[in-house]
């Protein structure tokens, strides 16, 4: 019986609790979830590398991440497959090579079949898939993400970023959702486990995860309680694992000639991680009629 009459006088006091808020303060809260936003963003970190084809190589934050600008999307380089020393000549002759047919079918003898001659880089890119990621320590890369927001119909501005006068500060934290939420620094490693998968699984065939930053702020209260939220997800994930749409790579070269003149490339085929920044919310604060 108390208990019913515990619920019966909440819901008669509730409506004037709203009736006292919207008529005789005259007031209720307006929303502007219309958020302009700006996203930069910068990786640290180093990894060596020692090939066959290579041999030993160091890479740090301008060979691994692409683009190099800072954006909202990048890509992070883990793992390689190298097809060294591609030669291009004006007219080429390579067996099941890619490239453009230049019209001539070429014969030991009447007897042969032939074979067309093409314009392109020899020899062949390698087939094989990649077995681990080639960047051991890259699961420690760590990447900063500096966000401004504004909410212009309340003139309201915010960084997740902490403010403070100690330059030490973004050199020794780490993201942490308890004690510290406006550092916005974050290991790639934990990032990947937040979307509940294993980063090296990850990293050997490359995937893509989304970082999304949400504010919902009341603006009647201490601007101390407007926090970003993170919120991951690994975009390329399946319900099978053997789909032939998980991963993610690309291929791309690096040129160079030799002492005669004569041009030659190094093809890559690269696999990473590919990180999108999201940022959206809403702000809400008490507004009066007149």
Request: hydrophobic content about 35%.
């Amino acid at each position: 019986i108390r208990s019913l009459r515990n619920s019966v006088r909440t819901l008669c006091i509730f409506p004037l609790i709203q009736r006292w808020v919207s008529v005789i303060k005259k007031g209720y809260q307006e929303i502007d979830d219309v958020v302009q936003s700006s996203v930069t963003t910068k990786v640290k970190g180093a990894s060596v590398t020692n090939t066959s084809e290579s041999g030993v190589f160091v890479w740090g934050p301008e060979d691994y991440v692409i683009p190099a600008q800072g954006e909202d999307v990048l890509f992070i380089v883990t793992s390689f497959l190298e097809t060294p020393n591609q030669n291009w000549m004006t007219v080429l002759l390579c067996p099941l090579s890619k490239g453009v047919m230049s019209g001539r079918c070429l014969r030991e003898d009447e007897n042969s079949t032939g074979t067309c001659e093409i314009f392109g880089w020899c020899p062949t890119e390698r087939t094989f898939k990649s077995q681990k990621p080639m960047l051991m320590n890259a699961e420690n890369f760590t990447i900063y993400i500096k966000n401004f927001i504004q909410f212009s119909k309340f003139s309201f501005s915010k960084s997740n970023i902490l403010e403070t006068t100690d330059t030490s500060y973004l050199k020794r934290c780490r993201y942490d959702e308890k004690r510290f939420p406006y550092c916005p620094i974050f290991r790639l490693g934990d990032i990947t486990r937040s979307t509940g998968h294993d980063f090296q699984d990850m990293a050997t065939l490359g995937g893509a995860i989304s970082i999304a930053i949400h504010w919902d702020c009341d603006l009647d209260k201490a601007t101390s309680h407007c926090n970003p939220e993170y919120h991951f997800t690994r975009l390329d994930a399946t319900v099978s694992k053997k789909s032939i749409a998980a991963g993610f790579n690309f291929r791309r070269a690096r040129y160079f000639k030799n002492a005669a003149g004569e041009s030659y490339r190094s093809l890559y085929k690269i696999y990473g991680i590919r990180f999108h920044v999201l940022v959206y919310g809403k702000v809400r604060k008490m507004h009066k009629r007149e």
